[in-house]
């Protein structure tokens, strides 16, 4: 009986550490930090390289874009501090100067922020434009999903 | 009017909930049977009360009852009747009625089924329903109350938020809800069990039914939700490991955990207490999943509001988590069995890895998906855990779960043998491994791909082996056809060749995730009226822009032509949508489906003003439908295990 109940816990075990393996492994790989512009600035040599999502403001007057390339390289700020960022793709339909928006990527080697995505802020709720506001004038789609599978 | 009615019978149905939960207790210590037998008056009176007021509610609905602020949130003068209907569940008050609802009719079907049997379990059974229904009444009278009115009375209503605006809006809610709720019977009957201390197999037996129909429930309305978010989100994707996919996604591993594990209690009289547990997580997950996808804590296109709901439901968890468990410790002595394996190559192993594997799976979503709460609270950092963590935890665990689906139903109880591996796995393994080397010389050079596809035609293999043999064996016997003895094998087997076919629809829908999870291709340009694009097979050419008035929107739909290596094969639009009621449009994506590969495009952007252009991706992602066939096939085999068998029918005659 007791070698049987060893055997469970043996096996137990072999189990949990195979499994704490996976979790951590795949976390490390895919667990993304949230930073504003100041706090990237203030560690820039340990965050390049590495997942990163940075919250802030499209910098007004600094939005280049090629529609034709679809490439966009605009500043992200906090109000203090602001980066780099370049982007190929469709961004979300809210994202334009002034507005926040949530930036996913890895800080490149150049300082320059490589992102694979981006989210602009919305409202959870829906509410319908105030007068003069029309969506005529938008041609995106308004939410952009990650990519999942 | 209609609003009064509603919220009345709501306070009057807490009312019976209330006497449903104190008169088994008063029962219990006066030994009067009346006490009892008034629990299936308090269900009854519920049914009856909870019907009316979302009846009233779905009126209030059709009629546009603006006086109601509920349907003012989610209707419009111009909403089709349709999709009036379906605003009961197209935010918080209203969902939490219909989850209430489909409780009420769960509850009252099972009082109704059993009115003759399980004399002492039934009424802690009612009593266990009484006190769910309780919490959602109390929360729907006065936390989030669908009823509420307003003032004054507006012109028209706000509308529905147009991503629900689809016929699937019809099915996939409702669906999950019901899996959900289904969920309930076998968590009463445990429950009950345990408060009277009969724990014998009786309450097994029966909740085995409810338990795979409420599976069915949930794989049905997690699939339909896939084919929502590919059809009408517009991503390309079906599957984004949200938050709330998550939510809805985990009480199905418990459930499916159990479903197998309770075949090893029925024969060896073993893992009670872990049987019990599943159950109780089970159930615990579908609160749990509420809580999520309702306090607004997570950021989700399916969080409908923040409020203080979130909190009511967290609370509700823990209790029910305190008592199950509690309940269980106390009966602990009761439910000791013995852990006895004759050996680890046996049925029994492979079901209880299977539960291990599935369990693990659950463990390992449930932690991608509140680390990022966690970490905020505990340590102050914001971080997300996406996609990726879960894909790369998941595919190994499942690839696991596909072999054990191949071992499982085919290899022995208690010990199998050396002949008995040999005549059940030596041809399906032979055939698999043609399988691989086939697809490596052909056409996969990457190892998870090619392992998940080998691994799969294993377990049709083993299935096909099996049931030849098996076909082969009436054929001398009978002297069958080959049809009518497969009729008679299902038949004499239903649960057998039920779960065989459940295995060929999960393995058609693996088949398509691995398709399409490896080997997609996307691109994303923008193209002048003209230009084209190629990708993969096929090409894609700009024809031009289309405007067009529709009843509830004006929409830009932008017109390819397509061609497949050279021939063509015809035009797609995908559009953009634009709703008055709404700041930004809607996109709707369109696609060309064969059992090869899906072609998905999607129209991201258009410009009228330097010329006509268009942006777009296009993506073409292999082998996707199967997902959807191996729905229907689930769907098949899991009526073929619950159909009343030929034995039983004749009994009732």
Same mark, same amino acid.
């Given at each position: 009986?007791?070698?049987?109940?060893?055997? /469970?816990?043996?096996?137990?075990?072999?189990?949990?550490?195979?499994?704490?393996?996976?979790?951590?492994?795949?976390?490390?790989?895919?667990?993304?930090?949230?930073?504003?512009?100041?706090?990237?600035?203030?560690?820039?040599?340990?965050?390049?390289?590495?997942?990163?999502?940075?919250?802030?403001?499209?910098?007004?007057?600094?939005?280049?874009?090629?529609?034709?390339?679809?490439?966009?390289?605009?500043?992200?700020?906090?109000?203090?501090?602001?980066?780099?960022?370049?982007?190929?793709?469709?961004?979300?339909?809210?994202?334009?100067?002034?507005?926040?928006?949530?930036?996913?990527?890895?800080?490149?080697?150049?300082?320059?922020?490589?992102?694979?995505?981006?989210?602009?802020?919305?409202?959870?709720?829906?509410?319908?434009?105030?007068?003069?506001?029309?969506?005529?004038?938008?041609?995106?789609?308004?939410?952009?999903?990650?990519?999942?599978? | 009017?209609?609003?009064?009615?509603?919220?009345?019978?709501?306070?009057?149905?807490?009312?019976?909930?209330?006497?449903?939960?104190?008169?088994?207790?008063?029962?219990?210590?006066?030994?009067?049977?009346?006490?009892?037998?008034?629990?299936?008056?308090?269900?009854?009176?519920?049914?009856?009360?909870?019907?009316?007021?979302?009846?009233?509610?779905?009126?209030?609905?059709?009629?546009?009852?603006?006086?109601?602020?509920?349907?003012?949130?989610?209707?419009?003068?111009?909403?089709?009747?349709?999709?009036?209907?379906?605003?009961?569940?197209?935010?918080?008050?209203?969902?939490?009625?219909?989850?209430?609802?489909?409780?009420?009719?769960?509850?009252?079907?099972?009082?109704?089924?059993?009115?003759?049997?399980?004399?002492?379990?039934?009424?802690?059974?009612?009593?266990?329903?009484?006190?769910?229904?309780?919490?959602?009444?109390?929360?729907?009278?006065?936390?989030?109350?669908?009823?509420?009115?307003?003032?004054?009375?507006?012109?028209?209503?706000?509308?529905?938020?147009?991503?629900?605006?689809?016929?699937?809006?019809?099915?996939?809610?409702?669906?999950?809800?019901?899996?959900?709720?289904?969920?309930?019977?076998?968590?009463?009957?445990?429950?009950?069990?345990?408060?009277?201390?009969?724990?014998?197999?009786?309450?097994?037996?029966?909740?085995?039914?409810?338990?795979?129909?409420? @599976?069915?429930?949930?794989?049905?309305?997690?699939?339909?939700?896939?084919?929502?978010?590919?059809?009408?989100?517009?991503?390309?994707?079906?599957?984004? @490991?949200?938050?709330?996919?998550?939510?809805?996604?985990?009480?199905?591993?418990?459930?499916?955990?159990?479903?197998?594990?309770?075949?090893?209690?029925?024969?060896?009289?073993?893992?009670?207490? @872990?049987?019990?547990?599943?159950?109780?997580?089970?159930?615990?997950?579908?609160?749990?999943?509420? /809580?999520?996808?309702?306090?607004?804590?997570?950021?989700?296109?399916?969080?409908?509001?923040?409020?203080?709901?979130?909190?009511?439901?967290?609370?509700?968890?823990?209790?029910?988590?305190?008592?199950? /468990?509690?309940?269980?410790?106390?009966?602990?002595?009761?439910?000791?069995?013995?852990?006895?394996?004759?050996?680890?190559?046996?049925?029994?192993?492979?079901?209880?890895?299977?539960?291990?594997?599935?369990?693990?799976?659950?463990?390992?979503?449930?932690?991608?998906?509140?680390?990022?709460?966690?970490?905020?609270?505990?340590?102050?950092?914001?971080?997300?855990?996406?996609?990726?963590?879960?894909?790369?935890?998941?595919?190994?665990?499942?690839?696991?779960?596909?072999?054990?689906?191949?071992?499982?139903?085919?290899?022995?109880?208690?010990?199998?043998?050396?002949?008995?591996?040999?005549?059940?796995?030596?041809?399906?393994?032979?055939?698999?491994?043609?399988?691989?080397?086939?697809?490596?010389?052909?056409?996969?050079?990457?190892?998870?791909?090619?392992?998940?596809?080998?691994?799969?035609?294993?377990?049709?293999?083993?299935?096909?082996?099996?049931?030849?043999?098996?076909?082969?064996?009436?054929?001398?016997?009978?002297?069958?056809?080959? /049809?009518?003895?497969?009729?008679?094998?299902?038949?004499?087997?239903?649960?057998?060749?039920?779960?065989?076919?459940?295995?060929?629809?999960?393995?058609?829908?693996?088949?398509?995730?691995?398709?399409?999870?490896?080997?997609?291709?996307?691109?994303?340009?923008?193209?002048?009226?003209?230009?084209?694009?190629?990708?993969?097979?096929?090409?894609?050419?700009?024809?031009?822009?289309?405007?067009?008035?529709?009843?509830?929107?004006?929409?830009?739909?932008?017109?390819?032509?397509?061609?497949?290596?050279?021939?063509?094969?015809?035009?797609?639009?995908?559009?953009?949508?634009?709703?008055?009621?709404?700041?930004?449009?809607?996109?709707?994506?369109?696609?060309?489906?064969?059992?090869?590969?899906?072609?998905?495009?999607?129209?991201?952007?258009?410009?009228?003003?330097?010329?006509?252009?268009?942006?777009?991706?296009?993506?073409?992602?292999?082998?996707?439908?199967?997902?959807?066939?191996?729905?229907?096939?689930?769907?098949?085999?899991?009526?073929?295990?619950?159909?009343?068998?030929?034995?039983?029918?004749?009994?009732?005659?």
């Amino acid at each position: 009986m007791l070698k049987r109940n060893r055997r /469970f816990i043996f096996g137990g075990i072999i189990i949990l550490a195979a499994l704490s393996y996976l979790i951590t492994g795949s976390m490390r790989e895919a667990m993304v930090y949230f930073k504003t512009p100041s706090e990237l600035m203030a560690d820039e040599g340990a965050s390049k390289g590495k997942a990163l999502r940075i919250g802030g403001m499209v910098l007004v007057g600094s939005l280049e874009k090629d529609l034709k390339k679809l490439t966009y390289r605009f500043r992200i700020t906090d109000g203090v501090e602001s980066i780099p960022v370049y982007f190929h793709g469709v961004p979300p339909d809210l994202f334009s100067e002034g507005k926040g928006a949530v930036i996913e990527g890895r800080l490149g080697e150049d300082g320059v922020f490589q992102a694979t995505t981006i989210m602009a802020k919305h409202a959870e709720e829906y509410s319908p434009p105030k007068d003069g506001e029309h969506a005529a004038t938008r041609s995106f789609v308004p939410d952009q999903k990650e990519r999942g599978r | 009017m209609t609003a009064t009615i509603g919220y009345a019978s709501i306070l009057l149905a807490l009312i019976f909930a209330l006497w449903g939960i104190i008169a088994p207790i008063l029962g219990a210590r006066t030994g009067q049977n009346g006490f009892f037998a008034s629990t299936r008056a308090a269900i009854t009176g519920q049914f009856i009360l909870v019907t009316l007021a979302s009846l009233s509610l779905i009126y209030a609905l059709v009629t546009t009852d603006f006086s109601v602020k509920y349907v003012f949130f989610n209707t419009t003068r111009s909403t089709p009747i349709y999709y009036r209907i379906t605003g009961l569940w197209g935010a918080l008050e209203g969902s939490l009625l219909l989850w209430e609802w489909i409780l009420i009719i769960f509850s009252g079907l099972v009082a109704w089924i059993y009115k003759d049997r399980h004399r002492e379990l039934m009424p802690w059974v009612l009593m266990i329903f009484s006190i769910v229904s309780a919490f959602f009444l109390a929360v729907i009278a006065f936390a989030s109350n669908p009823f509420e009115s307003v003032f004054p009375i507006p012109a028209d209503g706000r509308g529905l938020n147009p991503l629900l605006e689809d016929a699937n809006m019809m099915t996939h809610p409702p669906l999950l809800y019901t899996g959900f709720v289904a969920l309930t019977v076998p968590y009463a009957f445990a429950m009950a069990a345990l408060i009277i201390g009969r724990l014998d197999d009786a309450w097994i037996v029966t909740t085995r039914r409810w338990t795979l129909t409420a @599976w069915f429930f949930l794989t049905m309305g997690n699939l339909v939700g896939a084919y929502w978010s590919y059809h009408v989100l517009g991503w390309g994707g079906y599957w984004a @490991w949200d938050p709330v996919e998550n939510a809805a996604f985990m009480p199905w591993l418990p459930a499916t955990a159990f479903l197998h594990s309770v075949q090893v209690q029925e024969r060896k009289q073993m893992l009670k207490v @872990w049987n019990l547990s599943l159950i109780i997580i089970a159930f615990s997950l579908t609160i749990f999943g509420t /809580f999520l996808t309702r306090s607004g804590i997570l950021s989700s296109i399916h969080a409908f509001s923040s409020g203080p709901v979130g909190i009511i439901f967290l609370a509700f968890l823990a209790f029910i988590l305190l008592t199950s /468990f509690g309940l269980l410790a106390w009966r602990s002595k009761q439910l000791r069995s013995q852990p006895e394996l004759d050996s680890l190559v046996s049925r029994e192993s492979a079901f209880l890895l299977n539960n291990v594997v599935l369990v693990s799976a659950l463990f390992t979503i449930f932690l991608g998906t509140i680390f990022p709460l966690i970490s905020e609270a505990v340590a102050g950092v914001q971080v997300s855990v996406g996609a990726p963590y879960f894909n790369s935890v998941t595919v190994p665990l499942f690839l696991l779960l596909v072999f054990l689906m191949g071992v499982g139903p085919m290899i022995a109880w208690k010990k199998a043998s050396w002949d008995n591996l040999r005549r059940n796995f030596l041809w399906p393994t032979v055939a698999s491994f043609v399988v691989a080397l086939f697809l490596f010389i052909w056409l996969v050079r990457d190892f998870l791909p090619l392992l998940g596809f080998t691994l799969l035609s294993f377990v049709v293999f083993t299935i096909l082996f099996d049931t030849t043999l098996a076909v082969r064996a009436r054929q001398r016997i009978a002297g069958e056809g080959v /049809f009518s003895a497969l009729v008679t094998l299902a038949r004499r087997n239903q649960r057998r060749y039920g779960g065989l076919i459940v295995h060929l629809g999960v393995v058609l829908i693996f088949l398509g995730i691995a398709g399409s999870m490896s080997y997609s291709i996307e691109r994303e340009v923008t193209l002048q009226i003209g230009e084209g694009l190629s990708i993969g097979r096929y090409h894609i050419q700009f024809e031009g822009l289309k405007r067009s008035q529709q009843p509830t929107h004006s929409r830009v739909e932008a017109a390819f032509r397509v061609f497949n290596e050279g021939h063509e094969i015809g035009v797609l639009s995908p559009a953009l949508k634009f709703f008055p009621t709404q700041k930004s449009p809607v996109g709707r994506a369109v696609y060309r489906s064969t059992l090869i590969e899906d072609l998905y495009i999607i129209l991201s952007g258009f410009s009228e003003v330097e010329q006509n252009q268009a942006t777009l991706k296009v993506l073409v992602r292999p082998l996707l439908a199967w997902i959807w066939i191996g729905g229907f096939v689930i769907a098949l085999g899991t009526i073929v295990a619950v159909l009343p068998s030929r034995r039983k029918l004749a009994q009732r005659a």
